[in-house]
């Protein structure tokens, strides 16, 4: 296990997700970390040192002039003597304080010391992480390699509030923090991704739909890869038969329509890579009870409506992503009708494939892909789909190197 015998220092400021640091703690002993804590004078307004002690199985620390505590200078030992500080929940004004270098408490001091990586979880009202005095403290943050994990969308504690700013939970920090701490490059770490993948089925009746062929197993891939050099990923995933990837956020839908939305709530992102093989078209009006058939009757007619475009959604998209990547799976004039769906979707890059039915793409697991880009064409050969996904994150994490 990556995080056995790492030190955690867990930074709890003041707000109701502190709650969650509990389960973080309990989570972070599960992989054989240990856990130091620091509470904020607001986060013991929320849970308790003695919930948080007992769990950690540790001192927690709450003040910064403890004649205990500092008799040995102990802010800085603590800033010093871990592997990771992750601040969960992390608040608007903790971060602001970090942002401009203040230290009026333990926790703000011990981060002004530290010299070791900091992940830091946003928990907060949506207005309140909106606010343009927040975003340029996260942007500054950033800017110091201060890494983020969320914030997510979702309900908030306030009745009636909704929006970006609940924390990430457990699982997804914890996972995270795995990535920091394994040592191997992440050039990706702190960047947001969305894939989509899989088919859409959309229904004609309860048990009758239209779809494509899609296994899945592409997108899936790039999905994991992309998590793999670091990034936070959500994929929304069609019907599908396979196991959702690891380190993932993975959001199952049916429909284009459910997909399109899921995708635009999940922005902003950094990246969006556009896989799932999405019906063109849907039923007007799907019937609410299976159609029968009539004994020498012509089938009941189909009436169709195009679906959504959900890459020229995304491309032209006032929260655009930095990197727009589109799939293309033709039969026919494959580069050519690439080229023009890069053009026309708003995309930075297209990744084309043939999918006649004599190369066994749909459903297998070799693929063999050209990469359109407003820089000409990149032919890559025959290879396992997990190779084509690891080539492709690699291509987007040079993408932002570069950038």
């Known amino acids: 296990m990556i995080l056995k015998n790492k030190r955690i220092l867990l930074i709890v400021s003041g707000g109701i997700a502190a709650y969650k640091s509990l389960d973080l703690i309990r989570r972070f002993r599960e992989q054989g970390a240990s856990v130091r804590p620091i509470m904020t004078a607001g986060a013991q307004e929320f849970v308790t040192p003695l919930a948080v002690g007992a769990l950690s199985?540790?001192?927690?620390?709450?003040?910064?002039?403890?004649?205990?505590?500092?008799?040995?200078?102990?802010?800085?030992?603590?800033?010093?003597?871990?592997?990771?500080?992750?601040?969960?929940?992390?608040t608007a004004d903790l971060?602001?304080?970090?942002?401009?270098?203040?230290?009026?408490?333990?926790?703000?001091?011990?981060?002004?010391?530290?010299d070791k990586p900091v992940l830091v979880a946003p928990a907060m009202n949506p207005k309140m992480w909106s606010a343009k005095a927040t975003q340029r403290n996260v942007a500054?943050?950033?800017?110091?390699?201060?890494?983020?994990?969320?914030?997510?969308?979702g309900e908030m504690a306030e009745s009636g509030e909704a929006g970006l700013g609940r924390m990430s939970e457990p699982t997804q920090i914890l996972q995270a923090a795995t990535l920091l701490l394994d040592g191997n490059p992440k050039p990706l770490l702190g960047r947001k991704a969305i894939v989509t993948s899989g088919p859409?089925?959309?229904?004609?009746?309860?048990?009758?739909?239209?779809?494509?062929?899609?296994?899945?197993?592409?997108?899936?891939a790039i999905?994991?890869?992309?998590?793999?050099?670091?990034?936070?990923?959500?994929?929304?995933?069609g019907p599908v038969t396979i196991p959702d990837p690891l380190g993932v956020r993975?959001?199952?839908?049916?429909?284009?329509?459910?997909?399109?939305?899921a995708v635009l709530a999940a922005l902003p992102a950094d990246i969006a890579v556009m896989v799932a093989a999405v019906a063109d078209?849907?039923?007007?009006?799907s019937a609410g009870e299976k159609i029968k058939k009539q004994p020498g009757e012509a089938p009941a007619p189909l009436h169709l409506v195009e679906n959504p475009d959900i890459l020229k959604t995304v491309g032209h998209h006032a929260m655009r992503p930095k990197l727009v990547c589109g799939f293309a799976a033709e039969t026919q004039s494959v580069i050519e009708n690439a080229r023009k769906k890069l053009e026309t979707k708003g995309a930075d890059m297209i990744v084309a494939n043939d999918v006649s039915a004599e190369t066994g793409i749909m459903g297998g697991e070799r693929n063999s892909v050209r990469v359109i880009s407003r820089d000409g064409v990149d032919v890559w050969p025959d290879m396992p789909k997990g190779d084509v996904a690891e080539k492709l994150a690699e291509k987007i994490a040079t993408y932002f190197a570069t950038s």
């Not at 004649?67 to 871990?82: N, P, S, T």
């Not at 999905?223 to 929304?236: I, W």
């Not at 993975?250 to 939305?261: G, K, L, Q, S």
């Not at 078209?281 to 009006?285: N, P």
Request: hydrophobic share 45%.
């Open 57 to 90: 199985a540790s001192h927690v620390y709450t003040e910064l002039f403890s004649r205990e505590d500092e008799q040995d200078v102990g802010h800085i030992r603590l800033a010093r003597d871990c592997d990771l500080i992750v601040i969960a929940p992390a």
């Open 95 to 114: 971060m602001a304080k970090m942002a401009n270098g203040l230290a009026d408490d333990l926790a703000s001091t011990v981060l002004l010391a530290t």
């Open 140 to 153: 500054t943050l950033k800017a110091d390699g201060i890494h983020f994990i969320g914030p997510e969308r």
């Open 200 to 220: 859409t089925h959309e229904p004609i009746d309860p048990v009758r739909y239209i779809a494509n062929r899609s296994s899945g197993k592409q997108g899936h």
């Open 223 to 237: 999905a994991a890869a992309l998590a793999a050099l670091g990034a936070e990923v959500t994929l929304v995933s």
């Open 250 to 261: 993975t959001i199952h839908v049916e429909r284009a329509e459910e997909m399109r939305d």
């Open 281 to 285: 078209w849907r039923v007007a009006s």
